[in-house]
């Protein structure tokens, strides 16, 4: 069956090494016919030197909804996806989040993530609420399955890995502007579910989402200001509970950013003296957010693109290559030598019991590391009597589902 074009748009700001990592995992995709649209900052775009396989547009602002809909003005396919500059796909990614998009009925997808350990999710499926609250949803961990919308909910994509039907967004009016950051996913998805479209979860559509740092987190995930959780908050309410009292969901809010400031606290993440200025950025932010003008939602529509595909994709056959760590140097030069025609995935076990830990390289490969005799996923033993050969044959069974490997 003939996939329609896709447009993947990656939004990117002050993270050029990052984002050349994205860039060159999406590179290694085996979807034909697929365009990159990268919305960047000016440094961003010079780093990645002169090269016609993205449209590129310039923005330097700290609004992600903003930046996404001058990647929709650019995008020329019947489907967009979108992923952070910090992910990176499986390279059977976009081929299974945009197969949903066959049947017409569906506007958006969305599939699950995976974590900084690069093996335990962050992120698989739930349902949002007119508040903005989530609620579990129960999905078939392998399916893709197909959900209608529910009286006040929607499924919630997550910005990192997700899809839609262009025409489908752009008829609501595309992404709030008035939301910066925070809550846009969750706007969106449930626009579309009052529009009566169709949201499809697909598991097996995975990326790997590191959460680099940036103007309000740290490399450690500490937030540095919580001014756009409030004022996003505060926003999504007007639009979506405009009748509704929200100071019991502010209130909510501020409470729950409270205990998860104090559990950072414990881990040793944010220091005590951090928790009330935090939570000041946070009530200023709901005042910023309760008073902000709100645009329309509505959109022009934009000057018709032409499609420009990014050369050399398709499928790819896989190579795996294993040893062990006093081999690293040349391990990692032949998965380099290699990573121009092949999905190369580098196993490296050390004689101990570490835990697992899988990172693609930005020279294009894949490398697992860990303990001949820890565990990976994380629940199972943290101990296991392997030999060499059986636990490779077990880490190439767990990833085979979303990664060729020969």
Known sequence: MTR???????????????????????????????EVVVVADPAALARLGATDAYKTCVYDEANISAARNLGLDRAAG???AFIDDDAVPEPTWLSRLTAPFDDARVGAAGGFVRGRNGISYQWRASEVDAFGQDHALEVDPVATTLHTPSPGRAVKTQGTNCAFRLSALTDIGGFDEALHFYLDDADVNLRLARAGWTAAVVPSAQVHHGYAASTRRSSTRAPLTLFDIGASSAVFLRRHTPTEDPAP????????????????????????????????????GIADGTARTL??????????????????????????????????????????????EAIVTLFRFSPTALAHHMRYDPAGFW????????????SELRVQPWTFHARLCHEIRRISDFRPIR
Request: aromatic share 4%; with cysteine.
């Open 295 to 340: 645009p329309p939602l509505t959109r022009p529509l934009p000057t018709p693109s032409t499609f420009h595909a990014m050369p050399h994709t398709g499928p790819r056959p896989g190579l795996v290559l294993a040893g062990r760590p006093w081999s690293r140097r040349r391990l990692r030069a032949e998965a380099q030598h290699h990573a121009a």
């Open 4 to 34: 329609p074009p896709v447009s993947v748009i990656v939004v990117s700001r002050h993270r050029a090494e990052a984002l050349r990592r994205c860039l060159t995992g999406i590179s290694q995709l085996d979807h034909p016919n697929f």
């Open 249 to 284: 969901t502010l209130a909510r809010l501020e409470a729950d950013q409270r205990r998860r400031l104090i559990a950072m606290m414990g881990a040793g993440v944010v220091k005590p003296r951090d928790v009330a200025r935090l939570l000041a950025t946070l009530v200023a």
């Open 78 to 80: 019947e489907v967009v």
């Open 367 to 378: 490398e697992q590391i860990g303990g001949l005799f820890g565990r990976a996923d994380r």
